[in-house]
């Protein structure tokens, strides 16, 4: 408390007073506060137990007992929920507040301290034991009342909150109790601490406490003060170096100096005139040059326009890499990173044949599409090889926020180019191999479309003049050659499409995967496992077998996967060994064969089986290809008939355009029964049921159209369908059959289920001339236009209708191989 607020008695405490202070006492509990002996204090009372406590005393001997609560916010205390240690005082003056409050002023007379309460349930009333003060010995009083004295002065100093007219009045004081209470009241400490004093019983111990208050307070108050003194002082050199660099930067522009003053802009500078920027470019830069010589160090703009300039200088304007336009060499090295795609291969050794002649050309943005695992990315990295171009890899899939492509404003703070310039401050040349992974796997949400962004980008008319909204300005992107994959050609946005060269990447064959497993896959892993100095073979029948029988995939990956756990299986054998002769050197004259046992013992019972078509020919039974995301596959198609509701079943988990394929082939041959040799009414009572084995796998499309048709006839004639012969066609209603998709796939399927004949709808004849020779090997292959010249086909009753149509399909044969 400051000393305005307390006044200090003049004479001590009377014994005659103590005898006349009652043993049984009210109890005024205090909020945030501690009333010591020989203050004088007014106290604000508003709580009925509080008023009714004060009117008691005042109606009676006007002593009350001040003890504060041990928590200020709780309204109505316990007695538990009181300190037992307060000050007895005296009742002076009371004054009645219109709001109802009561402001009483009261006079500290002694320290004392509750006995136990009364059961009086109207105010708290206590038995009090007041405290006297006990003679202690002079000497070592004397030497801690000094102690005191010389730190409260030094409190005083240092602490604002205490007027130094609190020192006056202290050394006013000479009885040594007065002198411990008055500083004990001019502490500002919280109520536990203060507290402290009172539990303290003799004058001695509250002297030990205070001291150790003391203490502790001027440590505090000391390191709060050199803080502030250390904020003066930075906040000082901050305003006199801002003030002196104000002076120079005047003084410059009045004596016409420029830069040369500081090295640093000089270096800056020079490194913008060797960024060799175009002409707009550069007076870009140094009008930002100009901006940040203004600019105070301190001022977050200079951070700022600074990283903006090191962008600029960084990013690569005329700098490029020597393109090798050796088409002989860009082949070699495309075939010794990939087996197969020959496409994409083609694609590029066009564009080199281009380059030889133009030495400059636009619009070479590809995209690879292609199922998970066949290569596309590796393939971005081998063309980059190739070409002798630095290579950056972008990958799209996630992003969703326009500013990813484009970047953020430099209103934004962090903020930076988006992924496309850094990519070009990554490959340090201005026609880098730019590969946009995951190009389908883009989405939008309120922060835009990166999709829409990624349309300038690809455009060859647009992309020379790229604005990034970082850089803001415009930026030649006319020399990179962009490449991007997908998975699905339908989820990339048509206009991104229309912006670039589709080539797809069918999954590989199995004697492709076979070839890619020997030429990379295994030399690659052998080499991680350290077998590569062992004599180890694996048998083609043995890697067959892993590639159909426990793995199905369009790519490698899984390939590679179990391969590698053969080889770590093979090095645990081969390590076991060595330990078991107690030979722990390495021996490598030994030769390893893993065969087809060998694989299953180390990769347990094969996870899929090979679907064979069934030698037996059956009625109502046909077989049909199919494609899948893995492959091809052969297709089961049962159908039969029974006595019931005129209609049509289907089972098999079939999709909606299957099943109007089914519908199309039954009307068909109602449509058609005469000339089918079926009897008019053959559907009166008869319910038709098809089915597609495996039926926990979806299946939909319209190419199993001719397959159905052909079970449905087997099975209303009676006539056993041909278990070699395969087909695959979309039909009309007329009985047309139309082309359809997947044919190398489906080609491969039959040829691996031991199918001889293989029906085609006659307009994918002109596919054959793309399939490899290893895929129609073994299989006759025979285009139709209709149902009808199938039929022969499948149940060989026309020997004579077979040949005709023998003769263009061996031509066509001929023409594919």
Known sequence: MTTDMKQQRNDG????????????????????????????????????????????????????????QKKSNIEEPSENEIFREGTIAKIIQILKLPNGLMKILVDGLIQGRIINFTENTSFFEAKIEAILPKHEEPREMNALIRQMSS???????????????????????????????????NINQSIEVKQSILKKLTIKEQLYEIIRILNSEIDILQVEKEIENKVHENIAKSQRKFIIQEQIRILQDELGEDEEASPEFMKLKDKIKKAKM?????????EEFNKLKKTPPSSPESSVIRNYLDWMIDIPWKKRTKDNLDIRNVRTILDEDHFGLDKPKERIVEHMAVLNLVKEMRGQILCFVGPPGVGKTSLGKSIARALGRKFVRISLGGVRDEAEIRGHRRTYIGSMPGK????????????????????????MDFRGDPSSAMLEVLDPEQNHTFNDHYLDIDYDLSNVMFITTANVRYNIPLPLQDRMEIIELPGYLEFEKSEIAKRHIIPKQMKAHGLDKYHITIEDDSLHKVITQYTREAGVRNLEREISSVLRKTAREIVLKQYENGNKK???????IIDSKKVEEFLGVPKYRIQKAEREQGIGSVFGLAWTSVGGEILHVDSTIMNGAEKLTLTGQLGNVMKESAQAALS??????????????FHKGKEIHIHLPEGAIPKDGPSAGIT?????????????????????????????????????????????????????????????????PEVTEGLEIVPINSIKEAIPYVFGNSKTKVQKKKKPVKQSRKKSE
């Open 13 to 68: 405490v009377e014994t005659s007073v103590v005898d006349d202070i009652p043993e049984i006492l009210p109890v005024l509990p205090l909020r945030d506060n501690v009333i010591f002996p020989y203050m004088i204090f007014p106290v604000l009372v508003g709580r009925e137990q509080s008023i009714r406590a004060a009117n008691h005393s005042l109606d009676n001997s006007k002593f009350i007992f001040l003890a504060a």
């Open 151 to 185: 730190l409260f002065k030094d409190y005083v100093k240092i602490n604002k909150n205490v007027p130094t007219e609190a020192i006056s009045a202290y050394e006013n004081i000479d009885e040594q109790d007065r002198k411990l209470y008055y500083v004990a009241a």
């Open 278 to 286: 175009p002409k707009e470019v550069e007076d870009k830069a140094l």
């Open 708 to 772: 159905m048709a052909m079970a449905m006839y087997s099975a209303l004639s009676g006539r056993p369908a041909n278990s070699e012969v395969a087909m695959t066609g979309e039909i009309t209603l007329r009985g047309n059959v139309l082309a359809i998709g997947g044919l190398n796939e489906k080609l491969l399927a039959a040829r691996r289920s031991g199918i001889k004949t293989v029906l085609i709808p006659f307009e994918n004849k002109k596919d054959l001339t793309e399939i490899k």
């Open 668 to 681: 068909y041959i109602r449509s058609n029964a005469k000339e089918l040799g079926l009897p008019e009414n």
């Open 586 to 592: 390495k021996t490598t004259n030994r030769k390893l």
């Open 420 to 443: 496309i310039i850094q990519s070009m401050k990554r490959a340090g040349s201005i026609n880098p191999v730019i590969l946009l992974d995951e190009v389908d796997k883009m989405s």
